[in-house]
């Protein structure tokens, strides 16, 4: 320590210059050799329209080859495309995964535009809570997929931004760090350019859209941080083909009139966006998802669910406190919603039981209304079959009458 050094040199001790590094000091190797050994983990977001150049910029930023045809602009609506990449520099690995919109912004309905991006980012957090929340939980093989940083595509129209990319920027950028581009920037004239980078801002600003800003809080980073805050948003130029400048081969899009060289900071904002992303500041992406972006989601979903860090007397409540709380209020809705089926389920016995009693009464009476019927037709009946019988005495009456009658006359005749 300075003053251990002073001592000594008080004393006038002869000091050594350690050959190795020694004690505590190592900490940061140790550190530093664990994270090589684990391998890096990095999530992209590309979210621009059909044609924008998504794809190139991503092949161009770490030369892979994910443009496998052109997308078509009549997707009934969005989808994410998810891309693994295995990537290795030096001794250093990375799981680098883009994930790029497609179809975006080719609904009629712009709510279907960027609903399912929102819906994406919102299920990598989840993913990450519910591995939180496990008792047993393993994140020393957990692929986290939370997105790092969301690389915005503005059409390079040199007017303004579109309403559907305020409305997209407005709902992700409470989730997520957001670095706007001004795609295909070599169709811009640099005065054109600069005009449209102001003006882009001022309209983000204006419409409280919160962008990732380059940290300044680091001595060793502030300085280009800050300068490379003022050139936002970066004008990027994607290309996979490489042109001879010179004697050299460079990556580059070659006109009529000359070549526009994709690594050129004269050109375009190529290299500042990828300096800016892989070397300088990535950690610091990661740590603000983790910290802001999710401590934010995680807040609102423990919220969600009744918990909170203090009670009504603004005293801090623990755990088990809440658990307690949380089952006591289970067990009373338990309790009233059984109170509440019994009661339904007597009313509408009572109910069933009141229209069998009118269902009975109703038979009684049709019962007592057809007996009644059938003993007036009795009563009919018996009148006609007495009057039959008396009809019947009567024939046989004047039958034998007739018969007697008859008899007289023939004995008569035989007299005479
Ligand atoms: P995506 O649909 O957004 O993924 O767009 P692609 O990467 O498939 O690119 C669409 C077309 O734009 C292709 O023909 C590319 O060659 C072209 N393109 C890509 N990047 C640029 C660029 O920076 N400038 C210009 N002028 N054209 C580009």
């Known amino acids: 320590t300075p003053k251990d050094e002073d001592t000594q040199k008080e004393e006038n001790i002869r000091c050594l210059t350690m050959l190795g590094h020694f004690g505590f000091e190592c900490l940061p190797h140790q550190l530093v050799n664990k994270s090589i050994q684990q391998g890096f983990s990095f999530n992209i977001l590309c979210v621009g329209e059909t044609g924008l150049g998504k794809s190139t910029l991503i092949d161009t930023l ?12 009549f997707r009934p609506n969005v989808e994410l495309k998810i891309q693994p990449y295995q990537l290795q520099e030096g001794n250093v690995q990375l799981k680098l995964t883009v994930v790029t919109t497609v179809g975006y912004g080719d609904q009629m309905n712009k709510e279907a535009s960027y609903q399912p991006i929102v819906s994406y980012i919102d299920a990598q957090f989840e993913a990450y809570f519910q591995e939180e929340l496990k008792i047993k939980r393993s994140f020393a093989d957990y692929h986290d997929t939370r997105i790092h940083v969301c690389l915005y595509f503005i ?129 610091h992406l990661k740590e603000v998802t983790h910290t802001k972006y ?66 009975e009464k109703e038979l009684q009476e049709k019962f007592e209304h057809l007996k009644r019927i059938q003993q007036e037709e009795t009563i009919k009946l018996e009148e006609e079959k007495r009057k039959l019988d008396e009809e019947i005495m009567n024939f046989y009456k004047m039958k034998a009458d007739s018969e007697t009658l008859q008899t007289q006359v023939c004995t008569n005749i035989k007299k005479d």
Not at 62 to 73: A, G, P
Not at 234 to 257: H, I, N, Q, S, T
Not at 305 to 313: A, K, L, R, S
Request: some cysteine; charged content about 30%.
């Open 62 to 73: 770490f030369n892979t080859n994910s443009r496998e045809k052109k997308s078509s602009h």
């Open 155 to 283: 059409a390079p129209t040199g007017h303004s931004l579109k309403a559907l990319d305020l409305l997209t920027l407005k709902s992700i950028d409470s989730k997520v760090n957001i670095i706007p581009l001004i795609a295909k920037a070599d169709t811009i004239s640099k005065n054109d350019l600069q005009a449209f980078k102001s003006k882009i801002m001022n309209e983000l600003i204006s419409n409280g859209i919160q962008i990732y800003q380059f940290p300044t809080d680091d001595k060793t980073t502030a300085q280009m941080n800050s300068s490379m805050n003022e050139h936002l948003p970066f004008a990027v130029v994607g290309c996979m083909d490489e042109v001879k400048v010179g004697k050299r081969m460079v990556r580059g899009r070659l006109y009529p009139w000359g070549v526009l060289q994709v690594e050129n900071e004269n050109h375009c904002d190529f290299v500042k966006l990828r300096d800016m992303l892989l070397c300088t500041n990535t950690e």
């Open 294 to 359: 999710y401590e934010a989601y995680r807040r609102r979903q423990l919220q969600k669910i009744g918990f909170t860090d203090v009670g009504p007397d603004n005293q801090p409540l623990s755990l088990q406190e809440i658990y307690e709380t949380k089952r006591k209020e289970f067990h009373e809705q338990c309790q009233r919603e059984e109170e509440e089926l019994k009661h339904k389920f007597m009313q509408r016995v009572m109910e069933k039981e009141i229209a069998f009693k009118e269902a």
